[in-house]
């Protein structure tokens, strides 16, 4: 009979998984789970909504006590204690008692690290005055409600514009103050396609975020007593009483570091499909790791709780003998604002490029979340890429504000069983009106797809819309075509289309536009069974708006 003693660093996500893992699988194993903070197994994924006052009671995001695991699984959990470091020679680490200065040594027989990620403070001048705050911890939350609470702020600046700095964002609009979002980047939420993003910016905008993108944060000063001002590369400054960074997280490796843990290409601590790091007594698991990502086969780090949960399962497994192995990551990933969801997961369009990956395709369709027929149908934007070869699924993206997330799982699944748009063609789903489609959107997708991956619809590439000497044809009824169209384009609607095909040239290409691809692909079938050399603008004018929401700048080959 095993006497195991294992001790875990971090007694959060990835760390009390772990622990109440290895409980169940071994239970005469010494478990010993070190946390520096407070708190263990919190929930930081709610902590923005606490700031928000959407979660009023700190103690529903406390999901287990020290006394819990001690009582209930037996296991030794002492918060306040900071490992500081590793002695492998001797497997033992050094933890110091944060309350006393206190340092003792704690042998084991295997040793799981999981302290997480810390958010990024770049050494900006200013960065340590008061008012400018980062999350991460409860303690963290609770200084920015204090901050709030004690000065009232009417003004905010969020730095940062992915899916925390958004959350904030809210949950600061919530609290009465009005906020302003500076992103380096082109667009807000960096991991989506940027034209996916834009339905984001649209609404984020349309809700009184004012929202600064391209412009990189230089630093901070002081205004009389309230008043932050945050300055930008560019000279810009903006006025605010109040401060959250977002701007990335950084793994904790200090202690791999210093034990010469192998730390990987990212920066993260590197570790097999077991989360075994370059020693075998050593495990490492969470935000702290760096990850093969399942479809384009890079290390990456991708910092979120259901990776952190799953790998902590892993390591227990792999430390109590069994096979159990980690896939790897896919990004599937959720965010709202404002009524608005945005999901993804797999690769993006970027992250495909990235890898150097030219064998994909990809298509934009627009469909309303349940039928529209249905009282309160929402138009969703979804995004699907695709192995051109061979259908293999890759990834998908989807904003809009209801039934979101049921997709992007759908394809989640999908891209993790490996399966192909065919197969997204196939799918059963549920259906009932209030709930979606007997075609659902995922269907359409693959549906969609596969009319590209078996030669049925070419598909026009929208990034050479530009340069392209194709003729743009927009197959919608006069009065949409009125409302807005692509510079240059000819619009015969669909209706008309079989009278009127004299006027069409036989000897260009023919990229066909609708408002959102479906009656651009019925005549694509038309035109090429009519010996023309027709392509479909997938997504059609509402992708458009979204690629090229300032129009195209040049419009030379468009007639
Ligand atoms: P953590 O959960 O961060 O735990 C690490 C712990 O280790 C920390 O408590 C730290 O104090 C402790 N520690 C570090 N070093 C030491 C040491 N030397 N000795 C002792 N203890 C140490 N993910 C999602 O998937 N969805 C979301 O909606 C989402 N929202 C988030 C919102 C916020 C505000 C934050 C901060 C994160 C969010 N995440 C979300 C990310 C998710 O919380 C993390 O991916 C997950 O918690 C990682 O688990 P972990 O065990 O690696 O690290």
């Given at each position: 009979?095993s006497?195991k003693?294992?001790v875990?660093?971090g007694?959060?996500?990835?760390?009390?998984?772990?622990?109440?893992?290895?409980?169940?699988?071994d239970?005469?194993a010494?478990i010993?789970?070190l946390?520096?903070?407070?708190?263990?197994?919190?929930?930081?994924?709610g902590?923005?909504?606490?700031?928000?006052?959407v979660?009023?009671?700190?103690?529903?995001?406390?999901l287990?006590?020290?006394?819990?695991?001690?009582?209930?699984?037996?296991?030794?959990?002492?918060?306040?204690?900071?490992v500081?470091?590793?002695d492998?020679e001797?497997?033992?680490?050094?933890?110091?008692?944060?309350?006393s200065?206190v340092?003792?040594v704690e042998?084991?027989?295997?040793l799981?690290?999981?302290?997480?990620?810390?958010?990024?403070?770049?050494?900006w001048?200013g960065?340590?005055?008061?008012g400018?705050?980062?999350?991460?911890?409860?303690p963290d939350?609770?200084e920015?409600?204090?901050?709030?609470a004690?000065?009232k702020?009417?003004?905010?600046?969020?730095v940062?514009?992915?899916?925390?700095?958004l959350?904030?964002?809210?949950?600061?609009?919530?609290?009465?103050?009005?906020?302003t979002?500076v992103?380096?980047?082109?667009?807000?939420?960096?991991p989506?396609?940027?034209?996916m993003?834009?339905?984001?910016r649209?609404?984020l905008e349309?809700?009184?975020?004012n929202l600064?993108?391209e412009e990189?944060?230089?630093?901070?000063?002081r205004?009389?007593d309230d008043?932050?001002?945050?300055?930008?590369?560019?000279?810009?400054a903006?006025?605010?009483?109040l401060v959250?960074l977002s701007?990335?997280?950084?793994?904790?490796?200090?202690?791999?570091c210093?034990?010469d843990?192998?730390?990987?290409?990212?920066?993260g601590?590197?570790?097999?499909?077991?989360?075994?790091?370059?020693?075998?007594?050593?495990?490492?698991?969470?935000?702290?790791?760096?990850v093969?990502?399942?479809?384009?086969?890079?290390w990456?780090?991708?910092?979120?709780?259901?990776?952190a949960n799953?790998?902590?399962?892993?390591?227990?497994?792999?430390?109590?003998g069994?096979?159990?192995?980690f896939?790897?990551?896919?990004?599937?990933?959720?965010?709202g604002?404002?009524?608005?969801t945005?999901?993804?997961?797999?690769?993006?369009?970027?992250?495909?490029?990235?890898?150097?990956?030219?064998?994909?395709?990809?298509?934009?369709?627009?469909p309303n979340?349940?039928?529209g027929?249905y009282?309160?149908?929402?138009m969703?934007?979804?995004?699907?890429?695709?192995?051109?070869?061979?259908?293999l699924?890759?990834?998908?993206?989807?904003?809009?504000?209801?039934?979101v997330?049921?997709r992007?799982?759908v394809i989640?699944?999908a891209?993790?069983?490996?399966a192909?748009?065919?197969?997204?063609?196939e799918?059963?789903?549920c259906?009932a009106?209030?709930?979606?489609?007997a075609?659902?959107?995922?269907?359409?997708?693959?549906m969609?797809?596969?009319?590209?991956?078996?030669?049925d619809?070419?598909?026009?590439?929208?990034?050479?819309?530009?340069?392209?000497?194709?003729?743009?044809?927009?197959?919608?009824?006069?009065?949409?075509?009125?409302?807005?169209a692509i510079?240059?384009a000819v619009?015969?609607?669909?209706?008309?289309?079989?009278?009127r095909?004299?006027?069409?040239?036989?000897?260009?290409?023919?990229?066909?536009?609708?408002?959102?691809?479906?009656?651009?692909?019925?005549a694509?079938?038309i035109?090429?069974?009519?010996?023309?050399?027709?392509?479909?603008?997938?997504?059609g004018?509402?992708s458009?708006?979204?690629?090229?929401?300032?129009?195209v700048?040049?419009t030379?080959?468009?007639?």
């Amino acid at each position: 009979m095993s006497h195991k003693r294992i001790v875990i660093v971090g007694g959060v996500a990835g760390g009390a998984t772990c622990a109440a893992r290895l409980r169940r699988l071994d239970e005469n194993a010494e478990i010993l789970v070190l946390e520096k903070g407070p708190y263990v197994s919190f929930a930081n994924c709610g902590l923005p909504y606490y700031v928000g006052d959407v979660i009023q009671d700190e103690g529903k995001l406390l999901l287990a006590s020290p006394e819990l695991f001690r009582k209930r699984f037996n296991i030794d959990v002492r918060t306040k204690h900071e490992v500081v470091a590793i002695d492998r020679e001797r497997r033992a680490v050094t933890l110091k008692n944060l309350e006393s200065g206190v340092e003792i040594v704690e042998p084991y027989d295997a040793l799981v690290l999981s302290p997480g990620a810390a958010p990024i403070r770049p050494s900006w001048p200013g960065i340590d005055l008061p008012g400018i705050f980062t999350l991460r911890t409860v303690p963290d939350s609770r200084e920015i409600r204090n901050w709030i609470a004690a000065r009232k702020p009417q003004t905010a600046v969020v730095v940062g514009g992915g899916f925390i700095g958004l959350e904030m964002a809210e949950n600061l609009v919530h609290r009465g103050i009005a906020v302003t979002v500076v992103e380096m980047a082109k667009q807000v939420m960096p991991p989506l396609d940027a034209e996916m993003a834009e339905f984001v910016r649209r609404h984020l905008e349309s809700r009184g975020i004012n929202l600064v993108l391209e412009e990189g944060v230089a630093g901070f000063e002081r205004h009389g007593d309230d008043c932050l001002v945050v300055r930008t590369q560019s000279g810009r400054a903006f006025e605010a009483e109040l401060v959250v960074l977002s701007i990335g997280v950084r793994p904790e490796t200090r202690l791999a570091c210093n034990a010469d843990l192998e730390i990987g290409e990212r920066g993260g601590i590197r570790v097999d499909d077991q989360m075994r790091t370059s020693d075998p007594h050593i495990w490492a698991i969470g935000d702290a790791v760096e990850v093969k990502n399942w479809v384009t086969g890079q290390w990456e780090l991708v910092p979120l709780a259901g990776p952190a949960n799953r790998q902590g399962r892993v390591a227990a497994d792999a430390i109590c003998g069994r096979e159990a192995k980690f896939r790897g990551v896919q990004g599937t990933a959720v965010c709202g604002f404002f009524g608005l969801t945005a999901a993804l997961t797999g690769a993006t369009e970027k992250a495909l490029r990235r890898a150097g990956m030219k064998d994909f395709e990809s298509v934009y369709l627009h469909p309303n979340h349940h039928v529209g027929y249905y009282p309160g149908a929402q138009m969703i934007h979804l995004k699907l890429l695709f192995r051109r070869s061979d259908g293999l699924v890759l990834g998908a993206q989807c904003v809009g504000e209801q039934g979101v997330a049921r997709r992007i799982d759908v394809i989640a699944q999908a891209i993790q069983m490996k399966a192909t748009v065919f197969d997204l063609e196939e799918a059963e789903l549920c259906y009932a009106p209030q709930y979606g489609a007997a075609k659902d959107p995922v269907n359409f997708a693959g549906m969609i797809a596969s009319n590209v991956a078996r030669g049925d619809m070419e598909i026009a590439p929208w990034n050479e819309l530009e340069s392209t000497s194709a003729l743009i044809l927009d197959v919608r009824e006069a009065h949409e075509f009125r409302a807005g169209a692509i510079e240059g384009a000819v619009n015969i609607p669909l209706s008309e289309l079989r009278a009127r095909m004299g006027e069409l040239p036989r000897s260009r290409e023919i990229w066909v536009n609708c408002q959102v691809g479906q009656r651009a692909y019925y005549a694509c079938r038309i035109l090429a069974q009519n010996g023309f050399r027709a392509r479909n603008l997938s997504g059609g004018y509402k992708s458009y708006r979204a690629l090229y929401p300032e129009g195209v700048r040049e419009t030379s080959g468009i007639r």
